[in-house]
């Protein structure tokens, strides 16, 4: 049985950071590409991050503020956010999907999906 669990989201000032942690049991984990991907409230789920076994990718408003990155020893893929802005606010959510995935942005390439961490930012 697959589950991935997120963990690290809380309340923070806009400016601020903070580092999502999602742990990964059930899969090889090393096979699989990892996201990242949010909702706020009264929005569609929406594309953050990426990370596959060499290569990241990043959806334009978090490019150059969050950070992508796995520890396959511990089955663990993070996500660093600096410099968090009250638009961030969402859950976040972890997902997993094939190694051959090419549609990194889109939902629909992940089989597994986390139960998603709060992170709110206030200004």
């Known amino acids: 049985q697959v589950q991935l669990v997120e963990s690290g989201g809380g309340l923070v000032q806009a400016g601020g950071s903070l580092r999502l942690s999602c742990a990964a049991s059930?899969?090889?984990?090393?096979?699989?590409?990892m996201g990242w991907f949010r909702q706020a409230p009264g929005k569609e789920r929406e594309f953050v991050t990426a990370i596959t076994g060499g290569n990241t990718a990043y959806a334009d408003s978090v490019r150059g503020r969050f950070t992508i990155s796995r520890d396959n020893a511990r089955n663990t893929v993070y996500l660093q956010m600096n410099s968090l802005k009250p638009e961030d606010t969402a859950v976040y959510y972890c997902?997993?999907?094939?190694?051959?995935?090419?549609?990194?942005?889109?939902?629909?390439?992940?089989?597994?999906w986390g139960q998603g961490t709060q992170v709110t930012v206030s200004s």
């Open positions: 059930g899969l090889t984990f090393g096979r699989n590409v």
């Open positions: 997902a997993a999907g094939p190694s051959w995935s090419v549609k990194l942005y889109s939902d629909s390439t992940y089989d597994y």
